[in-house]
């Protein structure tokens, strides 16, 4: 495979109902110059036929089928792992999923800007987040985050329950070579599982690492079939989200996540997240109890 300008990423697994129309999107992009990698975690549905049949519609492609089931994590660790040369050669970065829907410019849009400012680490468009159960849709306007000096409103929108679904930057476009920083591919696992389970902490790294961009158009979908943890119940990322360390990690991210960085953990405001991420928590906990025992 040839260097290509941009490096296009995705894990697949049974996402036979949506992928087709993903990879005409990508197929159609008028910023041609990227190489795509897909990796499949063994899918028990057609998924592997639609990859297999659409391999021919671009010119630089690798898909990769693994043999046995890996679960998020570790399929993650090791496809970034198993690209890591390619990326070091890409200038940019893209971690598509199966079931997102692109607007035809989507690519080019995303990085002109990013070769506008060289002290961007990251861009997304607008967002449409479909939520197919319902069907029903909202805007994922994230602008505020990224054209607001006061980083800390991350912070307020955390504990107030807004609307703002940050970690949407980690799919737009972002440059590659802070890719293996923020992921930790080479720390220790342990790592490497506390940064990718909370995604929050990823974007407060984008962050911290540069300017963040959002171009003002909706050329982005995002369907919600159903979550994370009912569609994978016994992947270990599931587990590791619901855990008590996550947390402890959202609080750690909020108080890391303004100007002053780790000064801040001093200030009388750590213990305030501190605080509100635990009871958050428990509160969670508590009403899935509740929850379930009223379903018995």
Known sequence: MSNSK?????M???NGSTLQATLDDLASQTFSDFELFIFDDCSSDNTRDILSANECRFENVKIVFNTNNLGVLKNLRNSLRDIEFQISKSKFFHWGCPDDRYGPNYFERLIDVLESDTEIS????????????????KIAKCSSLAMNDDSSVLFRDYLNGVYQPYNQFIHGISRSKIVPMIYQINGPYWLYKAVVMNELFIVALFKLMGKLAVVDQVIHTKNITESFEKRYPT???TISRSSLLKAFLNCLMLSLYVKENFIFIFRKQFYISLISSFRLYFVSKLKS???RAFCK
Do not use: R, Y
């Open 6 to 10: 941009l490096l296009v990423f995705m």
């Open 12 to 14: 697949t697994f049974n």
């Open 122 to 137: 990251a861009v997304q468009s607008l967002v449409k987040v479909h939520f197919v159960a319902d069907s029903t849709e």
């Open 235 to 237: 992947d270990p990322f």
């Open 289 to 291: 109890k509740i929850g």
